[in-house]
């Protein structure tokens, strides 16, 4: 009998990767299952660390399940849109009305269908390195090509705009701006993200603002909506969610907006995709959309957690100060979102590979982190470190760190 011919996955596939949930991940559920605990600062999961979604959400979200079993407008619930078009009159970002606004499961399914609507083979999108890997991922899949402008570590983590300017090609559709960025946790000063918008204009690029993390703030630093700073005549695309500042990430509620009503005219068939694309799916996931209208609207319960007092600040406070006090590891403070990008010092650490740096700290010390290279960082001197623990939890697990780095140095 002739050897049966190996299933093999698309070739669409072979340049797509998330390694935050990639090889390392499938080490460290091996050691769950023999029964050993392993700290998974891995991914921004806010509820296995004690992050509840508010209670008033859940309350909502339960009465509304006898009339959410059936499937609803293919962009969403009408009460849940028009809660985020008035969250859009609230962040200035004008003209937004109710059909400029698109309810998915999760951003991630949201940036998928973009990219999807918006690429034929061979465009090319600028994403920022450091970013977060879903982008480039689904860029690579619309048969597009991710092209990376560096963010300068040296300036807070702010895009390089010179690096962005040579990186337009008369390919370039679009770019895509991270603000709050996860992985370094930088918030961009308005006039950053202005100088961006010139260039987008200069070249008529699409601008993808992902805002998932923008009420996560520390230190009284304020968030601008790239769409508030846009003029009509730029589309610019904006994605939001329940998933960290309301602790609902279980609940894969997230949403994309459209602005720009000039540039809008001129994108119709560019809609007309996204339509299509969204009636494909029938909808989102009608019971987390009735969490919508009460998050937006009632008591913005993340103040407490990012204030003085509140756990993601003293976390936020407890990993920057831990990182930079091990040899030869720096850490630029987050301004905002869920994580630390510290850098190791390739004089001190000269990591060849760095996804086997954190294999070998998940099999040495049970803690999983996320190597820099996977956030396509160019160089193997970064890891991602996720600060939702408890202080004291992340305390010793960053103190777990410093001793195996030390004995990391000390082998080469």
Same mark, same amino acid.
């Given at each position: 009998?002739?050897?049966?011919? %190996?299933?093999?996955?698309?070739?669409?596939?072979?340049?797509?990767?998330?390694?935050?949930?990639?090889?390392?991940?499938?080490?460290?559920?091996?050691?769950?299952?023999?029964?050993?605990?392993?700290?998974?600062?891995?991914?921004?999961?806010?509820?296995?660390?004690?992050?509840?979604?508010?209670?008033?959400?859940?309350?909502?979200?339960?009465?509304?399940?006898?009339?959410?079993?059936?499937?609803?407008?293919?962009?969403?619930?009408?009460?849940?849109?028009?809660?985020?078009?008035?969250?859009?009159?609230?962040?200035?970002?004008?003209?937004?009305?109710?059909?400029?606004?698109?309810?998915?499961?999760?951003?991630?399914?949201?940036?998928?269908? =973009?990219?999807?609507?918006?690429?034929?083979?061979?465009?090319?999108?600028?994403?920022?390195?450091?970013?977060?890997?879903?982008?480039?991922?689904?860029? &690579?899949?619309?048969?597009?090509?991710?092209?990376?402008?560096?963010?300068?570590?040296?300036?807070?983590?702010?895009?390089?705009?010179?690096?962005?300017?040579?990186?337009?090609?008369?390919?370039?559709? =679009?770019?895509?701006?991270?603000?709050?960025?996860?992985?370094?946790?930088?918030?961009? %000063?308005?006039?950053?993200?202005?100088?961006?918008?010139?260039?987008?204009?200069?070249?008529?690029?699409?601008?993808?603002?992902?805002?998932?993390?923008?009420?996560?703030?520390?230190?009284?630093?304020?968030?601008?909506?790239?769409?508030?700073?846009?003029?009509?005549?730029?589309?610019?695309?904006?994605?939001?969610?329940?998933?960290?500042?309301?602790?609902?990430?279980?609940?894969?509620?997230?949403?994309?907006?459209?602005?720009?009503?000039?540039?809008?005219?001129?994108?119709?068939?560019?809609?007309?995709?996204? &339509?299509?694309?969204?009636?494909?799916?029938?909808?989102? &996931?009608?019971?987390?959309?009735?969490?919508?209208?009460?998050?937006?609207?009632?008591?913005?319960?993340?103040?407490?957690?990012?204030?003085?007092?509140?756990?993601?600040?003293?976390?936020?406070?407890?990993?920057?100060?831990?990182?930079?006090?091990?040899?030869?590891?720096?850490?630029?403070?987050?301004?905002?979102?869920?994580? =630390?990008?510290?850098?190791?010092?390739?004089?001190?650490?000269?990591?060849?590979?760095?996804?086997?740096?954190?294999?070998?700290?998940?099999?040495?010390?049970?803690?999983?982190?996320?190597?820099?290279?996977?956030?396509?960082? %160019?160089?193997?001197?970064?890891?991602?470190?996720?600060?939702?623990?408890? =202080?004291?939890?992340?305390?010793?697990?960053?103190?777990?760190?410093?001793?195996?780095?030390?004995?990391?140095?000390?082998?080469?």
């Amino acid at each position: 009998m002739d050897t049966p011919t %190996p299933i093999k996955k698309s070739h669409k596939l072979h340049n797509v990767c998330y390694d935050i949930r990639g090889p390392v991940l499938d080490h460290a559920k091996r050691l769950e299952e023999e029964g050993q605990r392993v700290l998974k600062l891995n991914i921004g999961n806010p509820a296995p660390f004690g992050f509840e979604a508010p209670e008033e959400i859940l309350q909502d979200v339960m009465r509304n399940l006898p009339t959410a079993q059936g499937y609803c407008d293919s962009k969403g619930l009408y009460s849940a849109r028009k809660a985020i078009m008035q969250e859009c009159q609230r962040k200035q970002i004008p003209h937004v009305g109710i059909e400029d606004v698109y309810i998915g499961n999760g951003v991630s399914e949201l940036i998928v269908m =973009a990219m999807q609507a918006l690429l034929n083979d061979g465009d090319e999108v600028l994403i920022p390195a450091p970013d977060y890997p879903l982008w480039t991922a689904a860029a &690579n899949l619309a048969g597009g090509r991710a092209v990376h402008y560096l963010c300068d570590e040296q300036a807070d983590w702010a895009p390089d705009l010179e690096d962005i300017r040579a990186k337009v090609t008369g390919h370039t559709r =679009a770019i895509v701006i991270i603000n709050p960025n996860n992985p370094t946790g930088a918030v961009y %000063p308005p006039e950053v993200v202005r100088e961006i918008l010139e260039i987008a204009r200069e070249h008529d690029l699409i601008v993808f603002s992902d805002e998932i993390y923008d009420k996560i703030l520390y230190d009284g630093v304020e968030h601008v909506s790239t769409g508030a700073l846009a003029g009509d005549d730029q589309l610019v695309v904006t994605l939001n969610g329940l998933s960290k500042s309301y602790r609902c990430a279980g609940f894969r509620s997230g949403w994309m907006i459209l602005s720009g009503q000039v540039a809008m005219q001129r994108a119709a068939d560019f809609i007309q995709g996204i &339509n299509m694309l969204a009636s494909m799916r029938l909808c989102a &996931n009608v019971p987390a959309q009735h969490a919508i209208q009460t998050a937006l609207g009632g008591y913005q319960s993340i103040n407490d957690l990012i204030l003085p007092g509140g756990r993601l600040l003293a976390q936020r406070d407890i990993t920057v100060e831990k990182l930079n006090a091990i040899p030869g590891v720096s850490c630029v403070k987050p301004k905002g979102a869920l994580y =630390a990008f510290p850098r190791l010092d390739p004089a001190v650490y000269p990591i060849a590979d760095d996804e086997k740096l954190v294999l070998d700290l998940l099999l040495q010390e049970k803690i999983l982190l996320v190597q820099g290279t996977a956030f396509n960082w %160019p160089a193997p001197d970064h890891v991602r470190i996720v600060t939702l623990p408890w =202080a004291d939890q992340l305390g010793d697990a960053l103190d777990r760190f410093a001793r195996f780095l030390e004995r990391y140095r000390k082998g080469l």
